[in-house]
């Protein structure tokens, strides 16, 4: 994924009901949320001079519920560090190589040389060949793209992996030239969108697209369009043409093609996300890139694609989704967005959480909170500390209504905590209330200290119950901690 200069057709709506984004549930920073979820996949891209080796990503990935990586070249090192892991990976091809491709022999060439020598040991399930290929306007490389799709598929059948491997082309949503509502979705006149089509039908390939709402959010920042966009509540918007309701613009983004495909005569070809995600970290004239939307996207996304809820017209199934991207890459060009897509950092740590990690010890070691560790403070004059009440009432694991907040169990070790308070506050929450002259600074002790923040963070990485796990230290309560001026947020 070279560039995501998306061009955005979906615009969407409504008056919505915003979360309260701090950073909450307790950091349970390793309940997985699926156990390797078959539709969950993540990008690898490699432009930085500061990432791990391959051997050191296949095993870090092999801690996570990610089933599936998507490479944006043929790297025989990656290949080889993946063999016998059980990741699946989606094999990329550049732009720059697609003329090339459009002769037979060369393609029989490549999948001698860049796929043959690493299956079956290594699970290879896909080869996209270039990126928005039609977004690039270059007349000569996209006549050249279907016929390279072609030879690389024949050269798979003469080695007889043509079933096993799959070959498809990701697009822009710049692919439609009509997307509002979703049921009036159209290819754009520009494309053989048909041909391409054909060929997908008949060798059983996906269409692979890249939706990203946050530029669609970009382009329009309103407070409608961001809850629409981060899948958070909202009134919904509803396609008279078919009588369904869209509650994220992802679904829409999605039903827009099938229609798109339908209108042309293609029912039976599956779509599969090849990217889409949200920055972490912008320039300050990049709306909406923030730490906390980037856990608000990825973290609803997750749970959605893997859920089997599907789209609105297309219900009950997984969505095959790539998210972009696997590490944040410093020598990405572009505005500060562009190298803060990752979901880990460089060092192997989650740039945030959204329940990838199957358990608590494959989590990364808390970032240490800056100005030292909490030290005991004498009564304010005129009175003394007031501690928060006690909190009773026991855990609760599911509450089906109601608000809900992340507190620390009785008895929690204090080193335990600690870690709990550094990590949460290492994560990008508002830790201010709990420094010296905030509302929630006293009592001035670990415990009370790390409640605050592991709420906090529980409540701003989507309220999941793997949020508030922390090493099992963190418990769910409908009971309001608040104290005093000090107000422990919730939604």
Same mark, same amino acid.
């Not at 061009?7 to 008056?15: E, M, R």
């Not at 509302?439 to 592991?454: E, G, K, W």
């Given at each position: 994924?070279?560039?995501?200069?998306?061009?955005?057709?979906?615009?969407?709506?409504?008056?919505?009901?915003?979360?309260?984004?701090?950073?909450?549930?307790?950091?349970?920073?390793?309940?997985?949320?699926?156990?390797?979820?078959?539709?969950?996949?993540?990008?690898?891209?490699?432009?930085?001079?500061?990432?791990?080796?391959?051997?050191?990503?296949?095993?870090?990935?092999?801690?996570?519920?990610?089933?599936?990586?998507?490479?944006?070249?043929?790297?025989?090192?990656?290949?080889?560090?993946?063999?016998?892991?059980?990741?699946?990976?989606?094999?990329?091809?550049?732009?720059?190589?697609?003329?090339?491709?459009?002769?037979?022999?060369?393609?029989?060439?490549?999948?001698?040389?860049?796929?043959?020598?690493?299956?079956?040991?290594?699970?290879?399930?896909?080869?996209?060949?270039?990126?928005?290929?039609?977004?690039?306007?270059?007349?000569?490389?996209?006549?050249?793209?279907?016929?390279?799709?072609?030879?690389?598929? &024949?050269?798979?059948?003469?080695?007889?992996?043509? !079933? !096993?491997?799959?070959? $498809?082309?990701?697009?822009?949503?710049?692919?439609?030239?009509?997307?509002?509502?979703?049921?009036?979705?159209?290819? $754009?006149?520009?494309?053989?969108?048909?041909?391409?089509?054909?060929?997908? !039908?008949?060798? #059983?390939?996906?269409?692979?697209?890249?939706?990203?709402?946050?530029?669609?959010?970009?382009?329009?920042?309103?407070?409608?369009?961001?809850?629409?966009?981060?899948?958070?509540?909202?009134?919904?918007?509803?396609?008279?043409?078919?009588?369904?309701?869209?509650?994220?613009?992802? %679904?829409?983004?999605?039903?827009?093609?099938?229609?798109?495909?339908?209108?042309?005569?293609?029912?039976?070809?599956?779509?599969?996300?090849?990217?889409?995600?949200?920055?972490?970290? #912008?320039?300050?004239?990049?709306?909406?890139?923030?730490?906390?939307?980037?856990?608000?996207?990825?973290?609803?996304?997750?749970?959605?694609?893997?859920?089997?809820?599907?789209?609105?017209?297309?219900?009950?199934?997984?969505?095959?989704?790539?998210?972009?991207?696997?590490?944040?890459?410093?020598? /990405?060009?572009?505005?500060?967005?562009?190298?803060?897509?990752?979901?880990?950092?460089?060092?192997?740590?989650?740039?945030? %959480?959204?329940?990838?990690?199957?358990?608590? $010890?494959?989590?990364?070691?808390?970032?240490?909170?800056?100005?030292?560790?909490? &030290?005991?403070?004498?009564?304010?004059?005129?009175?003394?500390?007031?501690?928060?009440?006690?909190? &009773?009432?026991?855990?609760?694991?599911?509450?089906?209504?109601? /608000?809900?907040?992340?507190?620390?169990?009785?008895?929690?070790?204090?080193?335990?905590?600690?870690?709990?308070?550094?990590?949460?506050?290492?994560?990008?929450?508002?830790?201010?209330?709990?420094?010296?002259?905030?509302?929630?600074? $006293?009592?001035?002790?670990?415990?009370?200290?790390?409640?605050?923040?592991?709420?906090?963070?529980?409540?701003?990485?989507?309220?999941?119950?793997?949020?508030?796990?922390?090493? !099992?230290?963190?418990?769910?309560?409908?009971?309001?901690?608040?104290?005093?001026?000090?107000?422990?947020?919730?939604?």
């Amino acid at each position: 994924m070279e560039m995501r200069v998306k061009a955005v057709t979906i615009t969407i709506l409504l008056p919505v009901i915003l979360y309260c984004i701090p950073c909450g549930e307790s950091g349970g920073r390793g309940k997985s949320l699926v156990q390797r979820s078959p539709a969950l996949g993540v990008d690898y891209g490699k432009t930085a001079d500061n990432l791990p080796p391959p051997s050191a990503v296949a095993k870090m990935v092999q801690n996570t519920t990610i089933s599936k990586l998507r490479l944006y070249e043929a790297d025989p090192a990656i290949l080889q560090a993946f063999a016998n892991t059980g990741i699946g990976l989606v094999v990329g091809i550049g732009n720059d190589q697609i003329p090339s491709l459009s002769q037979l022999t060369v393609a029989q060439n490549w999948i001698k040389n860049n796929i043959v020598p690493f299956v079956p040991a290594t699970d290879i399930i896909g080869i996209l060949v270039g990126n928005e290929v039609l977004f690039t306007g270059d007349g000569a490389l996209i006549s050249q793209l279907l016929p390279a799709l072609q030879n690389l598929h &024949t050269a798979l059948v003469g080695v007889s992996l043509d !079933q !096993q491997i799959k070959v $498809s082309t990701p697009h822009s949503m710049a692919i439609l030239s009509t997307s509002v509502p979703p049921s009036a979705g159209r290819f $754009s006149e520009n494309f053989d969108m048909k041909s391409l089509l054909d060929f997908l !039908q008949k060798i #059983g390939a996906p269409l692979m697209i890249n939706p990203y709402p946050y530029f669609a959010y970009k382009s329009n920042p309103t407070d409608q369009t961001l809850a629409y966009s981060l899948f958070k509540p909202n009134p919904g918007f509803y396609d008279t043409n078919t009588g369904l309701t869209y509650t994220n613009m992802f %679904d829409a983004q999605l039903d827009a093609v099938y229609s798109a495909m339908k209108y042309l005569g293609y029912t039976g070809i599956d779509i599969v996300v090849a990217e889409t995600g949200w920055p972490s970290v #912008g320039d300050p004239t990049e709306a909406g890139a923030s730490l906390q939307n980037a856990i608000a996207y990825n973290g609803n996304l997750i749970k959605h694609v893997t859920s089997m809820a599907g789209t609105p017209l297309r219900p009950n199934r997984y969505i095959h989704t790539y998210i972009f991207s696997l590490f944040n890459e410093d020598l /990405k060009p572009g505005p500060t967005s562009e190298r803060n897509y990752g979901l880990f950092k460089a060092d192997m740590t989650m740039a945030y %959480d959204v329940g990838l990690l199957q358990s608590p $010890s494959a989590g990364p070691s808390p970032a240490p909170r800056t100005g030292g560790p909490v &030290t005991a403070t004498p009564p304010r004059a005129g009175g003394s500390v007031t501690a928060p009440p006690t909190r &009773t009432g026991g855990p609760v694991t599911a509450p089906p209504t109601g /608000k809900v907040w992340c507190i620390t169990k009785p008895g929690a070790d204090e080193k335990t905590l600690e870690a709990n308070l550094n990590y949460a506050c290492g994560q990008g929450i508002d830790c201010r209330p709990i420094q010296p002259g905030g509302p929630c600074y $006293s009592p001035n002790t670990v415990a009370c200290h790390a409640a605050y923040a592991m709420n906090a963070y529980y409540q701003a990485a989507g309220r999941n119950s793997w949020n508030c796990d922390f090493g !099992q230290t963190g418990t769910l309560t409908s009971t309001d901690p608040s104290y005093g001026g000090c107000v422990y947020q919730t939604v």
